[in-house]
């Protein structure tokens, strides 16, 4: 079954007999934030082989090299899109001094005898593989996030601003040399990859213009400036100057020691109505779930949630982190919170951003799939390495890493320009693997599923405006499993709001199971049970349903109070790819570090109500 087909099978399954307006898009699924050997981080930990263009041919289904292990590999199921974004610092630079060294040309006699220092010391610490190790040196130290901020990355490598201009002409030729409008699109993008005091502030950038005019910028990275609104600034100069169109992307929330959703920047200046319009301008997504786990929640900000200990990743980038201590600014269930507070004082929410997933995979290869998972970095290929720590990461190992995500978009057509636009209006969605199909509506005169086409509804990313006297807010929600994977547990619709004391709030509705599913004396769905079975690596779809369907009507509206709502699907569970690891090995696989268990699930963009 070709890409896109696929997708639009899962339409076709769940939507079958619902509203009119559901064949106007189809739905895609990508990656947008790959790293392949251009990455400094990547190929210093043995990515040396696997380029953008083994990443693109990956994606579309070929098979291809894997960069340690060198067998061949294969996606189970082809992409729609991908974005290579590897990072902007050192882009292609490490790369460029192993395989054909430091062109001197145009340097003078002290910073080419630099450069020849430099590039031998790369090819022996290459030789000797300990990429490792000089990866761990680069990583920042213990000091205050607001001083380190102050202080852009500074290049020790002469020539490496000629070397990364290079390379990244050489990158958009073979994005546009794969893009393939209708059937497969690649966009050009790369990573801002701001981290200071090991807070992680990263995000992925791309645009939907081709290799023409990405040719006449070079990207913007922490050499610049470490600082989120140096970012913002530069797409709006650049995006005036060529006429590219960008979307940011924050990523990994959930390790940045609480700094990536404040109530103010990370200059210490309180959110104005104008800052506020900025950040949500250039960054209307962001990605709640990938390889280095899970932001949508935590049990500490989330007490009364059950699946809020979900794929925690309780460590910092930075040699000898301290302890984890997570934040509400780390999680995108809380800064959804807080956009409301922010709201009411300033007139504007800088947090209304919808959610996709993605894999930040470092070894070329976008590999979401529990069975078929390739890891975080090119030496997470192997079972037995995965055991290892990692250096100076306290304790963080492979095994650590979940085998996720995926963007899912509703976009009127496969090719840039509609993919961007559908991330601008928020009509995507965030999966951690499976193709979950999930469609969501919202609006005032819903009576039921098959009159919603001739209802006044918005898409997932939209807003409500003001109640009509006496009407509550209904939403239809459609699931359908991923053919290839589980059946699904359960559809729930978490509710955030502000109250008239500016206090904000969230509550988890259940909304759809099984016919006949039983309810505890909470109202939550009785637990659908686990077939996962340690000792094979097998389950059974005994359990769960294969499709769910829902009109939730809000009991607790109150007309006057600002809210969101968003859709957690999550499906029955199913074995974590380190327990195939584990088997793999002849271990037990209940004896894996953390869970040898897991439901994955999707997380759509919200709905808001304003009133």
């Known amino acids: 079954m070709s890409r896109c087909t696929f997708g639009i099978a899962i339409a076709i399954a769940f939507l079958a007999g619902s509203p009119a307006f559901a064949a106007e898009k189809q739905l895609l699924w990508g990656d947008t934030h790959l790293h392949t050997n251009n990455s400094f981080d990547a190929y210093l930990n043995q990515n040396l082989t696997a380029s953008p263009d083994t990443a693109y041919r990956y994606a579309k289904g070929l098979p291809v090299i894997h960069p340690f292990h060198r067998a061949k590999v294969q996606i189970d199921t082809p992409l729609d899109f991908l974005v290579v974004a590897d990072?902007?610092?050192?882009?292609?630079?490490?790369?460029?001094?192993?395989?054909?060294?430091?062109?001197?040309?145009?340097?003078?006699?002290?910073?080419?005898?630099k450069a020849l220092y430099v590039q031998y010391w790369f090819r022996d610490v290459m030789a000797e593989k300990k990429g490792a190790e000089a990866f761990a040196s680069l990583l920042?130290?213990?000091?205050?996030?607001?001083?380190?901020a102050k202080t852009p990355l500074e290049s020790a490598?002469?020539?490496s601003d000629g070397m990364s201009k290079s390379v990244w002409a050489e990158a958009i030729r073979a994005a546009d040399e794969?893009?393939?409008?209708?059937?497969?699109?690649?966009l050009i993008g790369w990573e801002w990859s701001s981290i200071p005091s090991g807070a992680n502030l990263h995000r992925v950038v791309f645009t939907s213009a081709g290799a023409d005019t990405a040719g006449k910028f070079f990207p913007f990275s922490v050499a610049d400036s470490q600082y989120p609104e140096d970012l913002w600034a530069w797409l709006d100069e650049t995006s005036k100057r060529t006429g590219a169109e960008f979307v940011a992307i924050p990523h990994n929330s959930n390790i940045s020691k609480g700094y990536m959703f404040q109530d103010q920047t990370l200059r210490g200046e309180p959110f104005t109505k104008e800052k506020a319009e900025e950040r949500l301008r250039w960054e209307p997504v962001v990605e709640v779930t990938q390889i280095k786990g899970d932001s949508e929640t935590h049990p500490s900000v989330s007490p009364d949630d059950p699946f809020a200990d979900f794929e925690t990743y309780p460590y910092y980038i930075q040699n000898d982190p301290p302890p984890y201590e997570p934040h509400p600014g780390d999680y995108v269930r809380s800064a959804l919170r807080l956009g409301l507070s922010i709201e009411e004082r300033i007139g504007f929410n800088p947090?209304?951003?919808?959610?996709?997933?993605?894999?930040?995979?470092?070894?070329?290869?976008?590999?979401?799939?529990?069975?078929?998972?390739?890891?975080?970095?090119?030496?997470?290929?192997?079972?037995?390495?995965?055991l290892g720590n990692r250096i100076g990461r306290g304790g963080v190992n492979g095994w650590s890493m979940s085998a996720s995500g995926l963007a899912a978009v509703w976009a009127e057509e496969n090719t840039r320009e509609a993919i961007l636009e559908a991330f601008r209006r928020?009509?995507?969605?965030a999966t951690t693997?499976?193709?979950?199909g999930?469609?969501?509506?919202?609006?005032w005169q819903i009576e039921d599923v098959e009159a919603a086409a001739n209802a006044e509804v918005v898409p997932m990313g939209g807003e409500l405006g003001t109640a009509p006297i006496g009407a509550r807010p209904k939403f239809i929600v459609e699931v359908a499993k991923d053919p290839k994977s589980a059946n699904l547990d359960r559809v729930q619709i978490v509710k955030g709001w502000i109250d008239a004391n500016g206090q904000t709030h969230e509550r988890i509705f259940e909304v759809a199971a099984a016919a006949g599913r039983e309810r505890n004396a909470d109202g939550s769905f009785v637990d659908v049970g686990n077939t996962v079975d340690p000792s094979t690596g097998q389950y059974t779809n005994s359990i769960g349903s294969t499709q769910l369907r829902a009109l939730f009507d809000d009991p607790e509206f109150d007309p006057s109070q600002p809210s969101f709502y968003y859709v957690r699907v999550l499906e029955i569970p199913t074995p974590r790819h380190s327990v195939f690891d584990a088997l793999a090995m002849g271990m037990d696989g209940t004896e894996v570090e953390g869970p040898w268990w897991i439901q994955e699930r999707a997380y759509t963009s919200p709905i808001w109500y304003k009133p």
């Open 157 to 159: 490598i002469p020539g």
């Open 87 to 113: 990072h902007a610092v050192y882009y292609g630079v490490i790369r460029t001094i192993n395989e054909t060294g430091i062109p001197t040309d145009d340097l003078g006699i002290i910073d080419s005898l």
């Open 426 to 429: 928020r009509e995507v969605y």
């Open 140 to 148: 920042p130290p213990t000091t205050s996030v607001e001083e380190a």
């Open 433 to 436: 693997g499976p193709r979950i």
């Open 351 to 386: 947090y209304r951003f919808g959610l996709i997933g993605s894999t930040d995979a470092h070894t070329g290869v976008a590999s979401a799939e529990e069975p078929n998972f390739w890891g975080k970095l090119a030496t997470d290929s192997i079972p037995e390495n995965k």
């Open 178 to 186: 794969h893009n393939d409008p209708g059937n497969f699109t690649t």
């Open 438 to 443: 999930v469609r969501v509506f919202g609006g």
